[in-house]
C-alpha cells in the first residue's frame, strides 16, 4: 500500500477536488436563472402587446418588431469580446456587467414614460438596446459557470436550467393581463425594471468560485482567447456543432417570432395563439430537462443529438401540415412536439462543444455557437417574413412557405449530427483524476484554490 504521507503529500499538490455539487452552486444557479429570466423578460415586453405599444409611442407595429430585433444584432456585434472580457475580468465580472446593463437599460425605457408621445420609442430603443448588452454575457459563460461550480454528473442539468426560456413564457402569459389599455404600458415598464432590479443585486454578494473545486477538470487552466480560437475551429465535432446549433436555435426562434403569422391567416384568434406559443416554449423547457438527466447519467451526447434532430424534422413537417387537419388540437399537438425537441437539442450541443474542445474555455467555446445561431436566426427572420404569401393566397398572408424554410434549415441542421462522435475529454479528464482514488479520509487544511473564476 502507498505510504500515508506520500498520499497526503499528494493530494496536496494536486489540491483537492470534492466531486460534489455544494448547496451554493444551486443558490447561484437559482440567481442566475432569476437574472436570464428578468433579461428575456425585458427582451419581449412588447411582443405580446404589439398593437398597444404601437399606439403608445405612435409608431408602426413593424418598429415595434426592432424592439426585439436590436437585441439579436447587438448579440452579434459583441459576443466574440465576451469570451476576451471573461478571460480578462473573470465570471463575476460578466454577471455583474450583465446585471447592471439589464438594470440600466430598464430604467432608461421606464423613464421614457414621462416623455413627449413622438419621443417615447427613441428613448424606449435607447434603452433596449443598452439591456440588450446583457445578453451575451450571461448565456455565452452559462457552459463555463456549470463546469466551474457543478460535479460532471450535474453540469449539462445546470447548463440546461440557466437557459430555460422562463421570461418568454411569463411575457407570454403576463403582458396582455397586465396591459390591456395603452395608459398600462408604463405600469409594464415599471415591473420589468423592478424586476431587473430586485434579480440583478445578487450578484454583488455572490463569490467568484467555489473554495472546493467539484471537479479535477474545473482546475485545469483554460487555454487563452485567441488560442482557443485557432484550435477549436480545426475540431470536426465541433464545426459540426456549429451547424447544429445555428440551425435548430435559429428554426426555434424565428418561428417564435411569426407564430401569430402562422396561425392568425389559417382563422385562429390571438388568444389560441398565445396558449400554442405557450405550449411550445413549455414543452421545451420539458424537453431540456429531460435531455440533461439523460446526458448527464450516461455521457451519450452524440447519440441524444442523433435522435434529436431528425424528430425536429419531422416535427417541423408536423407544423407545416397542421392546417390541413383544421384542428387547434392538432395545432397544440404540433407545438408541443416541435419544441420539446428543439430544446433538446440545444444544452446537449453546448455541453459536447465544451466536452469536445477542453481545454479551451467554455465561455469561448459557447460564444462563438451563441453567436453564429443569432446571425442564422436574424437572417432567417428576414427570409421567413419575406417568404410570406401575398393577399391573393388562400388563405391570404399565410407563412407556408416561411414552414418549408423552416424543414430546410431543420434538415440542415440534422445531417452533422450523424457524423458526430461522443468526444468527452473533459469528463474524460475527470475520471483520469488520481485524487479520486485516494482511499484515506484526509483532513483539510486549505479548501482554496488558486484559480481565477
Known amino acids: 500500500m502507498t505510504d500515508k504521507s506520500d498520499t497526503v503529500e499528494k493530494l496536496e499538490s494536486t489540491k483537492l477536488v470534492s466531486n460534489q455539487t455544494s448547496s451554493l452552486a444551486w443558490i447561484e444557479l437559482i440567481c442566475v436563472i432569476l437574472l436570464n429570466m428578468s433579461i428575456n423578460l425585458r427582451w419581449l415586453t412588447f411582443s405580446p402587446i404589439a398593437t398597444i405599444a404601437s399606439q403608445y409611442m405612435d409608431v408602426r407595429i413593424s418598429d415595434i418588431t426592432w424592439l426585439a430585433n436590436c437585441a439579436t444584432l447587438i448579440y452579434m456585434g459583441i459576443s466574440a469580446s465576451t469570451g476576451w472580457i471573461f478571460e480578462k475580468y473573470g465570471m463575476k465580472t460578466c454577471f455583474l456587467l450583465a446585471a447592471a446593463t439589464n438594470i440600466v437599460g430598464s430604467w432608461i425605457r421606464y423613464f421614457a414614460t414621462f416623455a413627449p408621445i413622438h419621443q417615447r420609442y427613441a428613448i424606449i430603443m435607447f434603452g433596449q438596446c443598452i439591456a440588450s448588452i446583457a445578453e451575451p454575457f450571461i448565456m455565452n459563460i452559462g457552459t463555463h459557470f456549470a463546469a466551474v461550480w457543478f460535479a460532471t454528473h450535474h453540469r449539462v442539468t445546470a447548463n440546461t436550467l440557466q ?160 392546417d390541413l387537419a383544421n384542428s387547434y388540437a392538432f395545432v397544440m399537438v404540433s407545438c408541443f412536439l416541435n419544441g420539446f425537441f428543439v430544446f433538446l437539442v440545444l444544452p446537449v450541443s453546448l455541453e459536447l462543444a465544451a466536452e469536445c ?28 417574413d419575406a417568404l410570406r404569401a401575398g393577399p391573393d393566397a388562400s388563405p391570404p398572408h399565410n407563412m407556408k412557405h416561411a414552414l418549408i424554410y423552416a424543414i430546410v434549415l431543420a434538415c440542415v441542421g440534422a445531417i452533422p449530427t450523424f457524423f458526430l462522435t461522443s468526444d468527452l475529454k473533459r469528463i474524460n479528464h475527470d475520471r483520469q483524476d488520481p485524487a479520486t482514488e485516494v482511499e484515506y479520509d484526509i483532513q483539510e487544511t486549505s479548501s482554496t484554490t488558486d484559480i481565477k473564476y
Open 357 to 384: 474542445t477542453f481545454p479551451v474555455s467554455e465561455s469561448v467555446s459557447a460564444s462563438v455557437l451563441w453567436g453564429g445561431s443569432q446571425v442564422v436566426s436574424f437572417c432567417s427572420t428576414l427570409i421567413m
Open 163 to 322: 437557459a430555460l426560456p422562463l421570461g418568454m413564457i411569463i411575457a407570454t402569459l403576463s403582458m396582455p393581463k397586465l396591459v390591456p389599455t395603452v395608459d398600462d404600458v408604463p405600469t409594464a415598464l415599471w415591473v420589468t425594471s423592478v424586476i431587473s432590479t430586485v434579480f440583478g443585486i445578487p450578484f454583488l454578494f455572490l463569490p467568484a468560485g467555489p473554495k472546493i473545486a467539484p471537479t479535477e477538470s474545473s482546475k485545469v487552466v483554460r487555454t487563452t482567447f485567441l488560442q482557443s480560437l485557432k484550435s477549436m475551429l480545426k475540431i470536426k465535432n465541433y464545426l459540426l456543432l456549429i451547424v447544429i446549433f445555428s440551425c435548430n436555435f435559429a428554426m426555434f426562434a424565428s418561428i417564435v417570432t411569426i407564430t401569430s403569422y402562422i396561425f392568425i391567416p389559417q382563422g385562429y384568434t390571438s388568444v389560441q395563439v398565445g396558449y400554442a406559443s405557450f405550449v411550445r416554449i413549455i414543452s421545451g423547457v420539458v424537453g431540456a430537462i429531460i435531455a440533461g438527466r439523460i446526458t448527464d447519467y450516461t455521457g451519450k451526447h452524440a447519440l441524444v443529438l442523433k435522435v434529436a434532430t431528425p424528430m425536429v424534422v419531422i416535427t417541423t413537417v408536423i407544423l407545416y401540415v397542421q
